[in-house]
């Protein structure tokens, strides 16, 4: 049985009537200076594998869509996962309200080449494992090169959000977004998501 809306005499009235499903949330200083050293270190220990989406006609990875590498972080060390789930739950009180209760994936660096290094506007919720997601995560852990900015497409016209090491910026898997080509120097980021039950 579908639940009637309850409404008042100015509008629909939720349990948090600021709850927005199209909006992101960050922290500009979300971590230090020291603690994204310890983060690169622990990081470039892993393997790195091309990011590419798709293949051609020969069979090499398409580098149209992206052009980037990712290094797995398997067993990495919680103090930081624990710190983006306190984020992130500031986040989703303030904005979405969303039942999120698992983490399937591994966290993922990133490093965007100086030579057109990108992702085209994608979500990062679909198919396979990607169906589960449900809040993005990603941390800047660098600010010196050109390009590579961070774009959410959440309305009209997409918003560009502020280049500094250690923000962190939150926002829902299904929101449009993507990195613009890297002309200058290396784009490294931290990304990690989310997920729960289906939306209902």
């Known amino acids: 049985m579908i639940k009637k809306e309850v409404y008042i005499k100015d509008g629909w ?7 927005n499903m199209a909006d992101y949330y960050f922290f500009e200083d979300g971590f230090s200076e020291e603690e994204i050293k310890k983060i690169k270190k622990l990081a470039l220990k892993y393997p790195a594998e091309n990011a590419g989406v798709g293949q051609d006609d020969t069979g090499h990875t398409d580098d149209k869509v992206r052009k980037s590498t990712v290094r797995w972080l398997y067993d990495f060390p919680s103090w930081v996962t624990d710190k ?23 966290m993922q660096y990133t490093e965007y080449p100086p030579d057109g290094g990108h992702y085209d506007w994608h979500m990062d919720c679909g198919h396979g494992i990607q169906h589960q997601r449900k809040v993005s995560i990603t ?11 961070l774009q959410i497409h959440n309305g009209s016209n997409p918003s560009t959000l502020k280049k500094k090491k250690g923000t962190v910026v939150i926002f829902p898997s299904y929101m449009l977004h993507r990195v613009t080509p890297v002309t200058k120097g290396v784009r490294n980021s931290l990304v990690l998501w989310l997920g729960g039950d289906h939306y209902r």
Request: proline share 5%; charged share 25%; glycine share 4%.
């Open 139 to 149: 941390v800047q852990l660098n600010d010196d090169y050109k390009g590579g900015e």
């Open 84 to 106: 983006l789930l306190t984020m992130v739950d500031e986040a989703n009180d303030h904005l979405w309200d969303f039942n999120l209760h698992s983490c399937q994936e591994s």
């Open 13 to 19: 009235n939720p349990k948090n009537p600021n709850l």
